[in-house]
């Protein structure tokens, strides 16, 4: 997974051409625990890098989905809304939250790669 | 910031996979590697063992029952000059505004004439030790029950696991409180919890804690619940969470928990804060916690918003989350009395938006005490 990158907020971002998909990384919903909700932007909504671009919920506690990137959201994966649990079993696969058209595609410099990612949450 | 405390069980929950996390001065298990659902599960299935020696133990003493229970009888609503020997009660610590102090525990002891056994919040147990030495006559005095872990064991196998290892304690009734021996293991065991399931709350001295412990765990039916599970299986069970849903503000009226006012006291009162719980009693309060049930997905929770379907506000949520059992979101808050009806359609706001709930009936799961 060369093209994926890693933000601060623990999210993956695997980069096709203009378009990325955005989804929680394992450590980050193991710190989580059992997901109960989801919530996802709107297909055709705009979101930007730093802000909320969806929910979160577990057992303990609410948080927010904080875009990595900014764009145009071209597709949810809506399944996660009726089974949230699916974030818990295969985050980083299955679970994907949104896919996103960048705006900007130099954002992406701005985030982790794998190692520098492995070294964050360590 | 002060160091954090530790139970006699800390190692034991640290080798478990137990995820430590600061709780009312403790170090205590949030969950362990199972999880929080499947922790909340497993207990209503089977059984879970909680370690729960963060919460205070102490001895009110004095001549004889009758002295003691009198002086207790005036810092709680509940009949405690009625307790049979080696039974419990609920009941509450009460301020001179008819607010709560702290919920609590209280055992007569079985074989002690004179001694009543109290069970407080972890978070309270200086300030109410403080305030019950202040307010108790000469002749009676509190002692800290220290050197004494305390442990839960809750869920439907709980008879079955504690009958191999005691076997009087399998006839004991729903709050009923015993001297007993785990295998070779002085105890004290009553027949309570916190998550509305059959179970015991077993206090040992803390030198034998872990030994007691490793026995039950022995059993495949047993499984470690941290924390996250506890406040899951108590919300749904519609149990009260101190400084959440019950506060030095909250009456015990406006709170739900008139059953544990007994009905001498509410004829007689002679208890600090009396005039207003029966005032209360006599005119209904103007706002009552209740059940709330968010009718979609989402959670709502403490501190939300709730309205009237017309957009006022008419309370909020004191607790509020997911419930594994229920397989949704469940919730507790205060509502205005004239919007307290089971059933009645309200509003809660989440993110700015209002999201449609209901009123509703607690326990959010049936209550399976051993009757």
């Not at chain 2, 059993?219 to 899951?232: K, N």
Request: proline share 4%; with cysteine.
């Amino acid at each position: 997974m060369s093209n994926t990158k890693y933000s601060e907020e623990h999210e993956w971002i695997s980069v096709d051409g203009d378009t990325v998909t955005i989804g929680i990384t394992n450590h980050a919903q193991e710190q989580l625990g059992d997901v109960v909700f989801v919530e996802l932007p709107d297909v055709g909504s705009t979101i930007s890098k730093g802000e909320d671009a969806g929910v979160i919920e577990s057992v303990k506690a609410a948080s927010e989905l904080v875009a990595p990137v900014s764009g145009e959201v071209v597709e949810t994966n809506s399944a996660l809304e009726d089974e949230p649990g699916k974030v818990n079993e295969d985050p980083e696969n299955s679970a994907w939250f949104i896919k996103v058209k960048l705006s900007d595609a130099s954002e992406l410099d701005g985030l982790m790669d794998v190692e520098a990612y492995k070294s964050f949450i360590a | 910031m002060t160091e954090l405390l530790k139970t006699p069980l800390f190692d034991l929950h640290v080798a478990n996979g137990g995820r430590m996390v600061p709780f009312a001065g403790y170090e205590m298990p949030v969950q362990y590697k199972t999880g929080i659902v499947g922790e909340h599960n497993h207990t209503r299935q089977k059984a879970g063992l909680f370690d729960v020696s963060h919460m205070g133990q102490a001895f009110l003493i004095g001549p004889n029952h009758e002295t003691v229970s009198d002086a207790l009888e005036k810092l709680v609503p509940a009949e405690i000059k009625g307790l049979e020997r080696g039974q419990q009660r609920y009941t509450q610590l009460i301020n001179a505004d008819g607010g709560i102090i702290d919920d609590l525990m209280v055992t007569r002891l079985e074989d002690d004439e004179g001694t009543l056994m109290l069970v407080v919040n972890a978070d309270c147990k200086q300030g109410d030790y403080d305030w019950i030495r202040a307010n108790i006559p000469h002749g009676i005095h509190l002692e800290e029950h220290s050197g004494h872990a305390l442990i839960a064991l809750q869920g439907p196998a709980s008879e079955k696991i504690m009958a191999a290892h005691c076997s009087n304690t399998a006839a004991m009734g729903f709050m009923d409180a015993v001297a007993s021996r785990f295998n070779d293991i002085d105890i004290h065991v009553s027949r309570s919890g916190y998550t509305g399931e059959d179970g015991y709350e077993i206090s040992v001295a803390d030198d034998k804690v872990e030994q007691l412990v490793n026995a039950l765990l022995a059993d495949d039916d047993v499984m470690l619940i941290g924390l996250g599970a506890r406040d899951s299986l108590r919300l749904e069970a519609g149990l009260c969470l101190y400084g959440h849903d019950i506060d030095d503000k909250t009456s015990p009226v406006e709170a739900g928990l008139l059953w544990s006012i007994g009905k001498r006291r509410r004829e007689e009162g002679g208890f600090i804060g009396a005039e207003r719980i029966l005032r209360e009693i006599a005119e209904k309060p103007s706002r009552r916690r209740v059940g709330i049930k968010p009718l979609g997905r989402a959670p709502a929770r403490e501190g939300t918003e709730i309205q009237s379907m017309d957009g006022e506000t008419i309370g909020t949520i004191t607790s509020g989350g997911f419930g594994p059992t229920v397989g949704g979101p469940v919730a507790m808050g205060y509502v205005s009395a004239e919007h307290a009806k089971a059933d009645t359609p309200v509003q809660l706001i989440v993110r700015g938006k209002a999201l449609e709930a209901q009123i509703t009936r607690m326990p959010f799961a049936p209550h399976n005490f051993k009757r």
